[in-house]
């Protein structure tokens, strides 16, 4: 925050840092998520056949190409749910770091309006009890971060172009 000349630049960092960090979690959670579910889930009903779920739990013989697309279907199941994990933990740790962050900068100032922009944090508590509210939390963070770029704009005159 030293290198900044003053609290306004150093919050408007730290918003479109965030808003850009917000933008990829997104994008992840609505398009490359459902086409790695759906490439699991094909490769799982084209490859190992619909009948081998019923297949499943009884001494019946799996064709090679069976066990291989299973294995294949259900590892990238299992990847692409720890990585979502990840992301969520992630994108928490972001968020309340940026809130911390505008906080104290907002209090160093006596900033009351960046004072509220940046006391986000219930969002992440929340948002850890309930997964749903995970992606509204960040819907709201991109949009808080949007909110602190333009009020830090309006003081610095001219960073509201993003």
Same mark, same amino acid.
């Given at each position: 925050?030293?290198?900044f000349?003053? *609290?306004a630049?150093? /919050? +408007?960092f730290?918003?479109s840092n965030?808003? #850009?960090?917000?933008?990829?979690t997104?994008?992840?959670h609505?398009v %490359?998520? *459902?086409i790695l579910v759906?490439? !699991? +889930?094909? /490769?799982l009903l %084209?490859g190992?056949?619909p009948?081998f779920f019923?297949k499943i739990g009884?001494?019946k013989?799996?064709?090679? #190409?069976?066990?291989v697309?299973?294995?294949i279907?259900?590892?990238?199941?299992i990847v692409?749910?720890?990585?979502?994990f990840? @992301?969520w %933990? =992630?994108?928490?740790v972001?968020? =309340?770091s940026?809130c911390?962050?505008?906080?104290? /900068?907002a209090?160093?100032?006596g900033?009351f309006q960046l004072?509220i922009l940046?006391?986000a944090?219930?969002?992440?508590l929340f948002?850890?009890?309930?997964?749903p509210?995970?992606i509204?939390?960040? +819907? /709201?963070a #991109? !949009?808080?971060?949007?909110?602190? @770029?333009?009020?830090?704009g309006?003081q610095?005159?001219?960073?509201? !172009? +993003?």
């Amino acid at each position: 925050m030293n290198n900044f000349a003053n *609290p306004a630049q150093a /919050i +408007f960092f730290l918003a479109s840092n965030l808003k #850009r960090k917000m933008t990829g979690t997104l994008i992840f959670h609505f398009v %490359i998520l *459902p086409i790695l579910v759906g490439a !699991s +889930f094909a /490769i799982l009903l %084209i490859g190992a056949g619909p009948d081998f779920f019923e297949k499943i739990g009884k001494n019946k013989d799996y064709t090679t #190409r069976e066990l291989v697309c299973a294995l294949i279907g259900y590892g990238l199941l299992i990847v692409t749910g720890i990585t979502n994990f990840v @992301m969520w %933990i =992630s994108a928490m740790v972001k968020i =309340s770091s940026t809130c911390n962050q505008v906080r104290n /900068i907002a209090q160093m100032t006596g900033n009351f309006q960046l004072d509220i922009l940046g006391s986000a944090k219930i969002l992440v508590l929340f948002s850890l009890l309930f997964w749903p509210l995970y992606i509204v939390g960040l +819907f /709201i963070a #991109r !949009s808080k971060a949007s909110q602190l @770029m333009m009020v830090t704009g309006m003081q610095q005159g001219g960073y509201n !172009s +993003f």
